[in-house]
């Protein structure tokens, strides 16, 4: 991911004008480099050592998610809709 397309992420998610690390530009940064991540595997399907870093992102997206959906289930829900998250 090059810079312009983490700052259309950052600036599509954020909550203020300064947000760059909140929960939700976290989880939206998160899940392009798995979409990206994703797309590489399909075409390098022996490549281990990425999928270990793609499960060890889900991983973190999970956990991310777990606890914005025990502090704000309001803004949880409102991001897996604009992700297009199943959960």
């Not at 990425?50 to 889900?58: A, D, F, N, S």
């Not at 999970?62 to 199943?86: A, F, K, Q, T």
């Amino acid at each position: 991911m090059d810079k312009a397309d983490r700052q259309a992420v950052i600036g599509e998610y954020k909550t203020h004008e300064n947000d760059s690390g909140s929960t939700e530009v976290q989880v939206a940064l998160i899940t392009k480099r798995i979409e990206e991540l994703t797309e590489h595997l399909r075409a390098h399907r022996l490549d281990q050592s990425t999928r270990r870093g793609l499960l060890m992102l889900v991983g973190q997206r999970r956990r991310l998610l777990r606890y914005l959906n025990r502090e704000d289930v309001s803004r949880y829900r409102s991001l897996i809709s604009r992700l297009g998250l199943r959960r």
